[in-house]
């Protein structure tokens, strides 16, 4: 397994990002995805999560409405939109695979500024 996020970056309050997230080294369209994020100090929290087919997502509560969770499975890639960010979303954030949760990538970082 190999996941290669990218897309995070400085945004104001109310700004979009757009994140994605490029898997190798198995077969993508089997496995559920899962974006999760994590402050310093702090636990990682999960954020969103997709089945294989894309059909089924799952958000935490607050991010709801906000943020949307998809796939591409002939890229092979998971993407995060973002949008509405508020500096409380400020975080590194990583994208697993179902293919196996014992493996991190290196994560991106978003920064909302207010």
């Known amino acids: 397994v190999q996941l290669v996020e990218s897309g995070g970056g400085l945004v104001q309050l109310g700004g979009s990002l757009r994140l994605s997230c490029l898997a190798s080294?198995?077969?993508?369209?089997?496995?559920?995805m899962r974006w999760l994020r994590q402050t310093p100090g702090a636990d990682r929290e999960m954020v969103a999560s997709?089945?294989?087919?894309?059909?089924?997502?799952h958000y935490i509560d607050s991010v709801k409405g906000r943020f949307t969770i998809s796939r591409d499975n002939f890229k092979n890639t998971t993407y995060l939109q973002m949008n509405s960010l508020k500096p409380e979303d400020t975080a590194v954030y990583y994208c697993?695979?179902?293919?196996?949760?014992?493996?991190w990538g290196q994560g991106t970082q978003v920064t909302v500024s207010s």
């Open positions: 997709i089945s294989s087919d894309g059909f089924m997502t």
């Open positions: 697993q695979s179902s293919a196996n949760w014992n493996y």
């Open positions: 080294g198995f077969i993508f369209s089997r496995y559920s």
